[in-house]
């Protein structure tokens, strides 16, 4: 079965660092997507990697401070976020692309992984 788990989230003061990895297997991607979700709040991309390029993609509310990056075996995959905030309070998931389509949507992803929470406090 295709299976993507995350791992690493946790409470955290704002200005800390944390880093999330998530696991793929049973099938290859195009890539590897982070999202995040926070109550009452849409899905919101935070960052992709692709796999035969290894261009990675950052949404406007975390680039400078998020990397997302892989092992040598391109698994798993890291998402290493630093200078945390308050507003970076979300549950994270994992997705693998199956497309080649708009690595920013929702709609590129074919599966998910069941989140983690991460809890950024003032």
């Known amino acids: 079965q295709v299976q993507l788990v995350e791992s690493g989230g946790g409470f955290v003061q704002a200005g800390d660092s944390l880093t999330l990895s998530c696991a793929a297997s049973?099938?290859?991607?195009?890539?590897l997507g982070w999202f995040r979700q926070a109550p009452g709040k849409e899905r919101e991309f935070v960052a992709a990697l692709s796999w035969s390029s290894g261009y990675t993609h950052y949404g406007d509310s975390v680039k400078g401070r998020f990397t997302i990056s892989k092992d040598n075996a391109k698994n798993p995959v890291y998402l290493h976020m630093n200078s945390l905030k308050p507003e970076d309070t979300a549950v994270y998931y994992c997705a693998g692309r199956t497309r080649a389509t708009d690595y920013r949507r929702r709609e590129s992803y074919d599966y998910w992984g069941q989140g983690t929470q991460v809890t950024v406090s003032s």
């Open positions: 049973g099938r290859t991607f195009i890539g």
